[in-house]
């Protein structure tokens, strides 16, 4: 398993400056990202696990995503593509908060449960 440099709290050598840049919050496109910064010079290092994740999400708004609608009991049920779930950071256990926005279309808002 690979080691996660950001949860163990290690900084990271600024190849800026030679400095070392210290784990902190960094903000990106809005979003709140995990990053290191140095404190000499201001440069900043995005995690590369959220860079992705951003990534993924600022393409899946430029697209349509289509899923199909099934049925499982009595109930309709949709299943996303995973990298729908994992730009959202979606889990088991998650609920979808459901709003009608038109005629035929809604929004959905997710409230993680582990947060």
């Not at 404190?39 to 994740?53: F, L, N, V």
């Not at 049925?71 to 979606?90: C, D, W, Y």
Request: hydrophobic share 35%; aromatic share 6%; charged share 30%.
């Amino acid at each position: 398993m690979v080691k996660d440099l950001w949860k163990e709290k290690d900084e990271l050598k600024c190849d800026n400056c030679g400095s070392w840049a210290k784990p902190t919050y960094l903000s990106l496109e809005g979003h709140k990202v995990r990053g290191w910064k140095c404190s000499r010079c201001d440069m900043e290092y995005i995690h590369p696990e959220d860079a992705q994740k951003i990534l993924a999400s600022n393409k899946l708004r430029k697209q349509m995503v289509e899923v199909k609608v099934g049925k499982l009991g009595s109930n309709q049920i949709m299943r996303f593509p995973q990298e729908v779930t994992h730009a959202l950071n979606v889990h088991a256990g998650d609920l979808a908060i459901i709003k009608l926005s038109g005629k035929d279309s809604f929004q959905v808002k997710i409230k993680h449960a582990h947060k």
